[in-house]
């Protein structure tokens, strides 16, 4: 029998207990009949990351996990993003599988796109994004918004690709070498690109969410694309530097100016420019400030190292609590406690005092 890949279908979750139990099913089927067309491993899987949920989301996955051998689970210790959910299911899968593919709980993306997914990565891609064809299901105020996200990060010089979020099939080999990219800021569909490797694109149409509600607002859509560019790109520095460049430059002509109007005695005593002035300086070098504040506090957290996700449960490892003198017959040993220096040298002087006066 030919050997074929063995697929892990990666699914953040977070408050998901209405949209779960309606797009589960439609995985495990999606699983099921790319086995039975011998595209993938008939031991294949879906691990379901439950993003610290709040609701029933994690009792829903234990629930799947133990009623479909397709179907895992692993919880994180808290509620850390989006980003860092398919990030913790990646890392798990990559030791496990030969390929991932990460897709959104919510039954958006069309699941058919996997079977071509599939087909190119057969074929020899390493990476497989899904790309939007079209937007016809977003308003007006999110297509605009999303077309001016594409080209802002373009012009500030980051590889993102057009239309596709974070529905890809990604490699083993490729994830072992993303495992290196230890950034605590986290743009995923920026950071992909960076690894290389043989890459397709897949073309889809997504739908409407089948139930719940959205958890990216407008709010979370600017930090996700004001994390992207601050994460991927210096560009905005190098832009600050360009302003203070031409304003100063402009100050110069007009100091020359100013200079010059003076000794003619043209000069008239006036508030509105003076004021004007002012306020568009102090604007710029406020935007400048909380700019390079961005900067600075990305580079304070990537100094700290903190983990990006913790995985508190896996639903094939028991959840009991285990005791270090569980099982054992002998009680345990009390710990040996070092002495400091300080301690040791005052029970010097005790012996050699007990020493004098025997």
């Known amino acids: 029998m030919e050997a074929r890949p063995l697929l892990w279908i990666v699914v953040p979750c977070y408050n998901e207990e209405k949209v779960l139990p309606m797009t589960a099913p439609l995985f495990i089927r999606k699983l099921r009949e790319l086995a039975e067309a011998g595209k993938i491993s008939a031991n294949s899987r879906v691990l379901f990351v439950n993003d610290g949920s709040k609701d029933r989301t994690w009792e829903i996955i234990r629930n799947l996990s133990a009623e479909h051998p397709e179907c ?15 990030l913790a299911g990646l890392m798990e899968a990559k030791d496990r599988c030969d390929i991932t593919i990460s897709i959104d709980c919510d039954g958006q993306d069309d699941l058919d796109a996997m079977n071509e997914m599939v ?70 569909r920026g950071m ?20 719940g509600e959205s958890h990216y607002p407008l709010r979370k859509m600017i930090a996700l694309a004001f994390n992207g560019i601050t ?41 509105t420019s003076t004021v004007c002035i002012i306020c568009l300086l102090g604007g710029i070098q406020l935007i400048s400030i909380g700019v390079l504040g961005q900067y600075i506090g990305k580079t304070y957290l990537e100094a700290k190292r903190r983990p990006r996700y913790i995985i508190s449960a896996r639903t094939w490892e ?28 005052k029970k010097r002087r005790l012996r050699s005092g007990e020493d004098a006066q025997a």
């Open 72 to 86: 895992l689970g692993i919880c994180q210790s808290r509620n850390r993003g989006h980003q860092n959910a398919v």
């Open 119 to 188: 087909d190119k990565y057969l074929a020899g891609a390493e990476i497989v994004y899904g790309v939007r064809s079209e937007r016809k299901t977003d308003t007006w105020f999110k297509r605009t918004t999303a077309l001016g996200f594409y080209r802002l990060m373009k012009f500030m010089g980051a590889e993102v690709v057009y239309n596709h979020a974070d529905y890809r099939l990604i490699s083993a080999k490729v994830l072992q070498h993303f495992a290196e990219f230890e950034e605590v800021n986290i743009f995923l």
């Open 192 to 211: 992909v690109p960076l690894v290389g490797f043989p890459s397709d694109t897949v073309y889809y149409e997504r739908s409407a969410r089948l139930a």
């Open 231 to 271: 994460s991927l790109s210096v560009k905005p520095i190098t832009l600050i530097t360009t302003f203070g460049i031409g304003f100063s430059i402009l100050g110069v002509i007009l100091m020359i100016w100013a200079i010059i109007q003076a000794c003619l005695g043209n000069t008239v005593a006036g508030w």
């Open 318 to 345: 028991p959840e009991a609590r285990h005791w270090i003198e569980e099982g054992t017959q002998e009680p345990a040993k009390a710990p040996v406690i070092p002495q400091s220096p300080e301690e040791k040298m």
